[in-house]
């Protein structure tokens, strides 16, 4: 089921778009708003948001 999509422009730090682009490249995506599009399916059908969500990371804190 395909649902319409809009765009959206967020900022992220750059080793976060790292990532995405090697998540891209590992799982041979399209570009990048379809690795996003993947993580987000996740988190809202697979993901337990108190896990997600609760617990601060802060990969650049310290």
Not at 38 to 44: H, M, N, V
């Amino acid at each position: 089921m395909s649902a319409e999509k809009i765009k959206i422009e967020f900022e992220i730090n750059s080793d976060s778009r790292d990532f995405l682009e090697n998540v891209q490249g590992q799982y041979n995506l399209p570009d990048l708003s379809k690795t996003m599009r993947c993580l987000l399916d996740f988190a809202q059908t697979d993901g337990n948001l108190d896990q997600i969500f609760k617990q601060i990371r802060c990969n650049r804190c310290g």
